[in-house]
């Protein structure tokens, strides 16, 4: 049979909302996994600002970087519709100097320009009380909160791959590492969401490397009691965003490389050109 690609056009049911999006939304990593000049980050959002809703300070690079240098790159993306979040360093100032720290970080964000604090529930290690405390903190301040929740599940749960069909595999052994339970984990989120978070951030990279496997049960569960619009993934490859695509369609919230873009809105569906192939390797929507 011979192979073509058929791209679904967003003008044909008009499912592709413009800037700002509630959902379908793309969120690009900053400067943590790679040097982001305010040239690159230009020329990022003049070619391709239409598809970037969000950039996000991964892990502690805002504690790094010059503070007129985030000013200014929040300020560009501002001008393009681009949302800014922090990364997951709230822990760290709450471990140094609790409460009234994080609520001079939550004040200092703002004054940079900061649109999103994201929160790590599990790194946190507080109370549930105290997490939707914070929660609401953030929002009193006039940002939006993003709670991150990370899936844990053992490996050893993971069947057998790239072995003869009858062959033996010595089994793994199970893994001591706290694995929290499923539904657990979702009702906190549900809390969350009820005190006010914008958006639930779902660290799932271990899940999904295994989905085909065993563990697409795990993302069906979130989404199904979240919703895909409260939801957020982090796709950390191009195969991850099209199994992501494949399964809950393009509306679908995803955090993504900047080198993931152009590839990810091909997934979601934008008409870029006639030669998509040139874009996308053979394993994309091939029928």
Known sequence: MAGHYRWKSFEENEDRPEKPRRYG??????????????????EIFESMGQFVDGLKFSGGSNSLIPKSFIKQAIEMAHEHDVYVSTGDWAEHVFRSGGPSAFKEYVEECKQLGFD?????ANLL??????????VRMIKNGGLRAKPIFAV??????????NRAFG?????????SEFVEDIDLLIRKAERCLEAGADTIMIDADDVCKYADSLRADIIAKVIGRLGVE?????????????WFIKRYGPNVNLYVDHSQ??????????HLGKDHKSVLS??????
């Open 25 to 42: 939304v793309t969120e690009m990593r900053g400067p943590r996994y790679s040097v982001l000049s305010q040239n690159v980050l230009q």
């Open 116 to 120: 999103t604090i994201e929160l790590n």
């Open 125 to 134: 290690e507080v109370p549930e009380d105290t997490l939707l405390r914070y």
């Open 152 to 161: 844990k599940f053992n490996k050893s749960d993971i069947p057998g791959r």
């Open 167 to 175: 062959s033996y595999v010595v089994p793994e052994p199970r893994s």
């Open 230 to 242: 409260k939801t957020m993934f982090e796709a950390s490859d191009a195969k991850l965003a099209e």
């Open 261 to 270: 873009i152009m590839d990810l809105e091909c997934l979601r569906g934008r």
């Open 282 to 287: 053979s394993s994309y929507f091939l029928f």
